[in-house]
């Protein structure tokens, strides 16, 4: 029997200079992104509809000024606040940690 995950214990060290880091809190409507992107000084926030290709877009986005600034980005990692409802989403090039506000694993 394969011991159980532990959510708490990272196999991959996380690498600030080629990981995008991002959250997404969701509602209904309207998603607020706030990532950090490695060689941008400035912290950028962007609210959207709630679609997950524009996501998708925006996060290849950052991922293309980052490249500009010398940084080759590795792993995009996104962290979803679910609020009002719960969402699914299927982000084909992102790797997720959904929660809902109370900071409950739901996925």
């Given amino acids: 029997m ?8 990272s196999l991959t060290a996380l690498e600030q200079d080629s990981t995008i880091i991002a959250v997404i809190e969701m509602s209904q409507s309207k998603w607020l992104v706030a ?3 490695p060689g941008i000084k400035r912290q950028p926030l962007k609210k959207i509809d709630a679609d997950e290709k524009a996501v998708v877009k925006l996060l290849d986005r950052w991922c293309k000024e980052a490249g500009q600034t010398g940084q080759q980005i590795k792993r995009i990692v996104v962290a ?19 929660r809902r506000s109370a900071s409950r694993r739901v996925a």
Avoid at 2 to 9: G, I, K, L, N, V
């Fill in 80 to 98: 979803l606040a679910v609020s009002l409802v719960q969402r699914e989403t299927s982000l084909p090039q992102v790797t997720a940690a959904v």
């Fill in 35 to 37: 990532p950090i992107v």
């Fill in 2 to 9: 394969s011991p159980a995950f532990d959510a708490s214990r």
